[in-house]
T-cell receptor, first 114, second 115 residues
Framework: DAGVIQSPRHEVTEMGQEVTLRCKPISGHNSLFWYRQTMMRGLELLIYFNNNVPIDDSGMPEDRFSAKMPNASFSTLKIQPSEPRDSAVYFC????????????FGSGTQLSVL | EDKVVQSPLSLVVHEGDTVTLNCSYEVTNFRSLLWYKQEKKAPTFLFMLTSSGIEKKSGRLSSILDKKELFSILNITATQTGDSAVYLCAVEGTTYGGATNKLIFGTGTLLAVQP
């Protein structure tokens, strides 16, 4: 298995633009997580899907952020409009049956909003 | 509010030294504590601890949990340059009703091992 696949690896955009981050979880995993990592706040959970259904989105910072999981093999995280304070590394992670010891992270998307 | 605090924030040692990384936590409905190693990219799993006083060991790395005092330590003996990384501690708690096994991460300890 190729692991959790995220794209793009790097994204540089201007303030106000729409940004879409993509994730393909490991085949067979039914839990998917989006995290954001910054120096100041570390790794923060943004949203969690179980069986393609959003279960907990309490970490989504504001309405500019939205996430979808249309099927078991694909998820997106969208920021519209983007702001400089959104600059961070965004990780997608997946596991089976919410087993955190089996949580696998993707390589992340480094987002820079100018 | 649930929180995980790691110390020190950063550490520089020489090869062969032994290091101890600390993690303290406050979380509702504690289920487990996990340690991850993050090199340049994605965090990778090291240990999961659920019971107090039982050491988990993998090669030169070991970890133990104290649920009474709400902390864990990660020990690395005979450090090597390949141990240089950010070490993340995360605590798994449940939301009200047990709906989510949410991981709360600390900000990590940056370990640099010099030759």
């Amino acid at each position: 298995d190729a692991g959790v696949i995220q794209s793009p690896r790097h994204e540089v955009t201007e303030m106000g633009q729409e940004v879409t981050l993509r994730c393909k979880p490991i085949s067979g995993h039914n839990s998917l997580f989006w995290y954001r990592q910054t120096m100041m706040r570390g790794l923060e959970l943004l949203i969690y899907f179980n069986n393609n259904v959003p279960i907990d989105d309490s970490g989504m910072p504001e309405d500019r952020f939205s996430a979808k999981m249309p099927n078991a093999s694909f998820s997106t995280l969208k920021i519209q409009p983007s702001e400089p304070r959104d600059s961070a590394v965004y990780f997608c992670a997946s596991t089976f049956r919410r087993a955190n010891e089996k949580l696998f992270f993707g390589s992340g998307t480094q987002l820079s909003v100018l | 509010e649930d929180k995980v605090v790691q110390s020190p924030l950063s550490l520089v040692v020489h090869e062969g030294d032994t290091v101890t990384l600390n993690c303290s936590y406050e979380v509702t409905n504690f289920r487990s504590l996990l340690w991850y190693k993050q090199e340049k990219k994605a965090p990778t799993f090291l240990f999961m601890l659920t019971s107090s006083g039982i050491e988990k060991k993998s090669g030169r790395l070991s970890s133990i949990l104290d649920k009474k005092e709400l902390f864990s330590i990660l020990n690395i003996t005979a450090t090597q340059t390949g141990d240089s990384a950010v070490y993340l501690c995360a605590v798994e708690g449940t939301t009200y009703g047990g709906a989510t096994n949410k991981l709360i991460f600390g900000t990590g300890t940056l370990l640099a091992v010099q030759p």
